[in-house]
C-alpha cells in the first residue's frame, strides 16, 4: 500500500504571495494532521481534520487554513507569506482522531520564502 | 502549556546501549509517543506508552512513569543506521486532538 503523499516536494515563494500544498492519507485513514518542522526543532501542530470536520487547531495565525475533502485528502493553504514561514509542512495520517494514535508521516512539502 | 524536554544530543558507539529521557508537562498528558527522523526523512513512528511501564520493540524499548513525568527510549545494539533525530511527542486531552512534540534529541552512532 501506498504511504502519505505529499505536493509538490518543494515550493520556493516571495513574501506576500500564497502557497496550497496538498496531502493524501494512507488508504483508510480518515484524519489528517498538519505539522509545521522548522529547521532543528520538532514538528508543530496546525491543524487536524477528521471526516472533514477541523478536530484540532494549532496556535497559527488565521492566514493558515486547511480543508479535507470526501476521498480524505487534504490541502493547506497559507496566505500572504512571511519569511519566518519557510519550513518543512508535514502531513500525517491516521485511523481515527485520538491523539495518541500512530500518525503517519509523508516525505513533506519543503517551503522557501524569500 | 504542553511542554516537552529531551537533550538535545546524544553520542554513542556501535554496539551500545543509549537511554534518550524526556520530561513533559502533566496537564491534560495521557499518553508519549516516540518517533524517529532521518536528515531530509518523515517521521517514523517506533512506539506508544499510555500506561506506566516498559514497552519492548525489537531492539528499541520506551518507558513511561507517570508519577514521574517522565519517559524514555531505549535503544540497543546500536547500529549506525540509528544516527538521527528522536522526538518524543506527547497526547494531551482537550479540544484540540493533537501530538505535542520535544524539540528533537540527535543521536550520533560512532563506528
Known amino acids: 500500500d501506498a504511504g502519505v503523499t505529499q505536493s509538490p516536494t518543494h515550493l520556493i515563494k516571495t513574501r506576500g504571495q500564497h502557497v496550497t500544498l496538498r496531502c493524501s492519507p494512507i488508504s483508510g485513514h480518515k484524519s489528517v494532521s498538519w505539522y509545521q518542522q522548522v529547521l532543528g526543532q520538532g514538528p508543530q501542530f496546525i491543524f487536524q481534520?477528521?471526516?472533514?470536520?477541523?478536530?484540532g487547531r494549532g496556535n497559527f495565525p488565521d492566514r493558515f487554513s486547511a480543508r479535507q475533502f470526501p476521498n480524505y485528502s487534504s490541502e493547506l493553504n497559507v496566505n500572504a507569506l512571511l519569511l519566518g514561514d519557510s519550513a518543512l509542512y508535514l502531513c500525517a495520517s491516521s485511523w481515527g482522531a485520538r491523539g495518541g494514535e500512530t500518525q503517519y508521516f509523508g516525505p513533506g512539502t519543503r517551503l522557501l520564502v524569500l | 502549556g504542553q511542554s516537552l524536554e529531551q537533550p538535545s544530543e546524544v553520542t554513542a558507539v556501535e554496539g551500545a546501549i543509549v537511554q534518550i529521557n524526556c520530561t513533559y508537562q502533566t496537564s491534560g498528558f495521557y499518553g508519549l509517543s516516540w518517533y524517529q527522523q532521518h536528515d531530509g526523512g518523515a517521521p517514523t513512528f517506533l512506539s506508544y506508552n499510555a500506561l506506566d511501564g516498559l514497552e519492548e520493540t525489537g531492539r528499541f524499548s520506551s518507558f513511561l512513569s507517570r508519577s514521574d513525568s517522565y519517559g524514555y527510549l531505549l535503544l540497543q545494539e546500536l547500529q549506525m543506521k540509528d544516527s538521527a533525530s528522536y522526538f518524543c511527542a506527547g497526547a494531551f486531552s482537550g479540544s484540540a486532538r493533537q501530538l505535542t512534540f520535544g524539540s528533537g534529541t540527535q543521536l550520533t552512532v560512532l563506528p
Open positions: 481534520y477528521y471526516e472533514k470536520e477541523e478536530r
